[in-house]
């Protein structure tokens, strides 16, 4: 058994080492703020949350036109794919799609954190041979600029008709912020209403305490720091997962397979950090995990007991744990579809 | 060059033997019906329609998990899906998706009209392996009843939450039949309000007739007779695509490689007959034909008028018969994304 430990782990180590009490759990755990941080360079406007909805919804951003970013955030669901598209043959992304909902309030991107912002993640996409696809940011430019109906959008967003990736980039991510889920019975809890949680889910929140799965998965989105003076956008919050190495899961959920953001950094201290992922909406994201392989939302709390802390958890523990993750699933916006502007008469010919 | 006609096409030859004045234009013209003929065994309920509509968003209707009808039916468009999944590679559809918009108006479906009902395309679609690629329908029936929330919402609109292929068949038909596109321009124009089409636009009218467009084209829906008393639903219309075999465009927009109703019915004249189809909001659904090859409607017109009159058509004529096509884009519904059940803290597992 290997036990590894990083300067990202600070943190942890700092909670980990002395027992967290219920009072100190009310601090760390919080509902979830109504606005994600907005970054000054692009800032919300209707026009642009509008230009972005659109282009969400809009398969043509896709090389092949299959894809948008519906397709694996799916808006009417967890804003994920259920481990669909992630895990299908023909792809190999090789990481389940997070949940796009309330993603504005991580400080970095990504499973592994390897961008800083929205607007970098959507780039990302764009150029990845497993998502977007497009061969460069021109092509999309290109593509964007003979659909007519986009000029107007983008000069009523941007002032500027010339449709621009970077820009595109700006009016999707201005859309992503809108997508939050506030008022779960947890975060009503939090605010008073202690009739919310029933004895079964506020002994799981205790438990979730207790068994030490808050020192990672605190604040107001589960997923550490939130962003704010001391802890900034582009400032990155990781855990080794698995932190413990050596059980059956490993090897039965390829749990080491991937060696996370050391993949990016080539450090070799950083082999298996992950950004701690939100638990905000859990219940709704399964398959569980940076691959996607566990189903059970169960079964995901059972694992972490075991290769994060090496605790059996027993049977009635992980049903209480998993009714108090039940508690944190959130209000869903109602979403509108667009209608997407078009070229009459033509398809993009390439 | 060969020009074929089947006892199909004895409604065209009637059409096409004599000139159609504009007065009998007006009157073969119809603006689009409010509502569409509903089946006596499958009537509209709002918890149908809704269910229906969920099911319509959900991929999981897919085998793979990846395809909703909404990913090739996309309602934030045409209701088609701009050549990309029925284009692509790892598909072998080989049909352009045809727009689901006032498909709920067409007596038989599928471009070679090889179902006489909504309800029995759902059942085609879902065991297609092209398409949602279930083994059976006893699969679907599985899949859910394993997702908690759905069997509610069977109950409400069947009186049973066993989940059957049948109910679902006919919940997701029930939504279709609401996708209907009123109020054109030229619905408007129809219905008394002249200043709707420019003198372009009128021009193209006018030539949409001369030319023989309107002899298979007529009826509100432009795809031949509308259901009623005399032609119910289960009664196809079909035509020769191409009528005249040997032109250029055979072999560059490959317009003879699908034999179309034949391969259905095995019968050797109906080789190269397809259902009429509905010119609505034709000038969204690009690409075009059924195998989608044509990337532009003033191509398409141009085609037309070659393969089935062997008449050439002045780019003028193409110009304005493209002009009065652009005034049948009718009034989307507006539609709120649903939110798709979901057995929570788990996915699927098979």
């Known amino acids: 058994m290997i036990q590894r430990r990083s300067a990202f782990s600070l943190l942890l180590l700092l909670f980990s080492t002395s027992t967290i009490t219920p009072a100190m759990a009310f601090d760390i755990m919080q509902p979830l703020p109504t606005d994600p941080v907005i970054p000054a360079d692009n800032p919300q406007t209707p ?23 519906q397709s694996c955030h799916n808006l009417a669901s967890g804003g994920d794919d259920d481990g669909a598209l992630t895990q299908a043959n023909g792809y190999n992304v090789n990481r389940s799609a997070p949940s796009i909902y309330n993603s504005a309030n991580q400080t970095v991107q990504f499973w592994e954190g390897r961008v800083e912002s929205l607007e970098d993640a959507f780039i990302d996409h764009l150029l990845d041979p497993n998502v977007l696809n497009q061969p460069s940011e021109k092509a999309l430019e290109k593509r964007l600029n003979a659909i007519s109906g986009y000029k107007e959008m983008y000069a009523k967003a941007f002032g500027n008709a010339e449709i621009s990736a970077e820009n ?7 859309f992503v912020r809108t997508l939050k889920t506030p008022n779960s019975r947890f975060d009503h809890y939090m605010r008073g209403d202690k009739t919310q949680l029933s004895a079964t889910e506020k ?9 030490g799965c808050l020192a990672c998965h605190f604040g107001s989105n589960f997923a550490g720091p939130a962003p704010g003076p001391s802890f900034k956008m582009g400032d990155g919050f990781y855990e080794l997962f698995p932190n ?26 950083h082999v298996y950090l992950w950004r701690v992922p939100s638990l905000r909406n859990v219940a709704l994201t ?9 189903n059970d939302l169960a079964e995901a709390v059972r694992i972490m007991g075991r290769v994060q802390f090496n605790i059996p958890v027993s049977e009635q523990d992980v049903a209480d744990i998993v009714a108090f993750l039940n508690s944190l699933t959130g209000e869903f916006p109602e979403i509108t579809l667009p209608r997407l502007p078009d070229t009459a008469g033509r398809t993009l010919s390439e």
């Open 47 to 69: 026009a642009k949350v509008s230009l972005g909805k659109h282009l969400y919804f809009d398969p043509r951003l896709s090389a092949d036109k299959s894809l948008s970013c």
């Open 168 to 174: 595109t980039a700006k009016a999707v991510s201005a």
């Open 203 to 211: 002994r799981g929140m205790e438990l979730f305490n207790e068994r």
């Open 244 to 269: 413990l190495i050596g059980s059956k899961y490993d090897k039965q959920y390829r749990l080491i397979d991937d060696v996370g953001r050391a993949a990016v950094t080539q450090q070799r201290d």
């Open 286 to 294: 399964a398959p569980y995990f940076h691959n996607g392989k566990v």
